[in-house]
């Protein structure tokens, strides 16, 4: 891991908040444009996947600042920033760390094989990006299906 993965994680968390204020802007354009059914469920759609691209990047946020205390090779360098959490006896055992984007999360590898995840990210981004991106998804396919059945009534 290196100092690219730190910038590679703030990249991708100010993609993130950009994508998330685009999709913001849209679903208030949307919800100021439509008073149909469909326009009222596409503009949830965009407000809440806004919501979930927006609570991912905070993740990224976090798990990125982790990757920049554990690349932090200073005095008191190990164990692992991150991985102190676990207490003495566990973090004296780390030898590693890995992160994953899905779900996100920060990992302490230690000697003898074993892992363990930290609190880097909090508890609730991934749960919670889960259930918007799913609330999203449906309201996008509901928003679809919605109109497409306007425009075949009208037909």
Request: glycine share 14%; proline share 4%.
């Amino acid at each position: 891991m290196s100092i690219m993965l730190f910038l590679g994680l703030l990249l991708a968390a100010l993609a993130g908040a950009v994508i998330a204020t685009v999709l913001t802007v849209r679903g208030f354009r949307a919800m100021l444009r439509n008073s149909e059914r469909s326009g009222r469920v596409r503009t949830a759609a965009l407000l809440v996947g806004a919501g979930a691209v927006a609570l991912y990047a905070w993740g990224l946020l976090h798990l990125g600042y982790a990757v920049m205390q554990a690349e932090d090779g200073g005095a008191g360098s190990a164990p692992v920033g991150p991985c102190r959490q676990a207490g003495p006896q566990v973090a004296s055992r780390v030898v590693d760390y890995d992160i994953s984007f899905l779900p996100l999360h920060f990992e302490c590898r230690l000697s003898g094989g074993g892992t363990y995840v930290t609190s880097s990210v909090p508890g609730y981004v991934n749960p919670g990006t889960a259930g918007l991106g799913l609330v999203a998804a449906t309201c996008g396919v509901l928003a679809t299906t919605t109109a497409r059945r306007a425009r075949q009534a009208v037909t």
